[in-house]
């Protein structure tokens, strides 16, 4: 299984790497708009995790082509007291969206359920 994720946050990407390591999955890594493209059009994951909150990019817009065009599962989190972000990830069709605080349960179960699945 192959999982992208979009953060600049070191804390986090080391979080996912661990976790991935640990669940049997290939996960790659980027921060900028076309740099995720190209990993999900050359990787074709199964999974790509957004950190909603970013300042970087407007994160709902890339989501939405990265739907669109790849019909990939989009796996976002927010901030818990950022509300309005999980809303505008449910209109765009996100599968899983989820605050920050249970982001590495819910990532081990989708994880683990995929994996199955294979």
């Not at 921060?31 to 990993?39: F, I, K, S």
């Not at 890339?62 to 449910?90: C, M, Q, W």
Request: net charge neutral.
């Amino acid at each position: 299984m192959r999982v992208v994720a979009a953060t600049s946050d070191l804390f986090l990407r080391s979080r996912i790497a661990e976790l991935a390591k640990q669940t049997g999955v290939d996960p790659f890594f980027g921060t900028a708009p076309d740099e995720l493209r190209r990993l999900v059009a050359d990787n074709r994951p199964e999974l790509v995790i957004i950190d909603l909150s970013t300042t970087d990019y407007d994160p709902f817009t890339v989501a939405r082509e990265l739907k669109t065009k790849f019909n990939t599962r989009l796996f976002g989190l927010y901030p818990h007291i950022k509300t309005e972000l999980k809303k505008k990830a449910d209109e765009i069709g996100f599968e899983y969206v989820v605050p920050n605080s249970s982001f590495l349960p819910s990532l081990r179960r989708v994880l683990l359920e995929r994996a199955e699945d294979d």
